[in-house]
């Protein structure tokens, strides 16, 4: 799974000219479920998301408070929030984007093989959304709409944006399995 955070000072999303979601200050989360993507990455990102430190603590030190330090509201992409407007809290909205997933590495046209198809990423990302309540408090948790083509708006506040992935690209593992391969033979012929 891969999701990119924005921390922000507001953002919303509408669809069809209507408001759908809004927060104040917080994060934006645009997440994708990948082809390979189990329950098992989504419980990791819904944990990361929660627990990434993106602002200042109160004597300013950086790097030093997460959401769920500020008590900030959350934001997920499959079912509309029934409280409107924007907060004054803090806050997090995650929308789901498949694009995140795309490969620009063969010509100029974007290749969405490493998306996951569409039931699986609606289960997935469903499964992500009810894990964020899960960890959190379902009061705080915000959604979109899964697959619909959303305007989201956003004032970023920093900027900060942060690219996450609970799994290495397969490609960045077998290069790291080959280095071990390489090392345990260059030491196998150090000790004899």
Not at 83 to 111: C, E, R, W, Y
């Amino acid at each position: 799974m891969k999701a990119v955070l924005q921390r922000v000072l507001s953002a919303s999303v509408t669809i069809d000219k209507q408001l759908i979601s809004s927060i104040g200050r917080g994060i934006l989360v645009f997440a994708a479920v990948e082809r390979d993507d189990t329950r098992q990455e989504v419980e990791a990102m819904a944990s990361k998301v929660l627990k990434l430190k993106l602002w200042p603590d109160d004597t300013g030190g950086t790097w030093k408070q997460s959401v769920l330090d500020i008590k900030a509201e959350v934001l997920c992409g499959a079912i509309p929030s029934s409280k409107q407007g924007i907060s004054d809290q803090s806050n997090m909205i995650a929308v789901s984007q498949f694009t995140l997933a795309a490969s620009t590495k063969k010509g100029n046209k974007p290749d969405f093989h490493g998306a996951a198809g569409g039931e699986k990423a609606k289960e997935l990302y469903d499964y992500f959304y009810a894990k964020v309540q899960d960890l959190y408090d379902p009061e705080m948790v915000k959604n979109g709409v899964f697959q619909a083509m959303m305007e989201v708006g956003l004032v970023n506040d920093g900027p900060v944006t942060i690219e996450i992935q609970t799994t290495p690209p397969k490609n960045f593992l077998n290069k790291l399995e080959t280095k071990d391969q390489n090392l345990g033979t260059e030491n196998a012929a150090v000790l004899s």
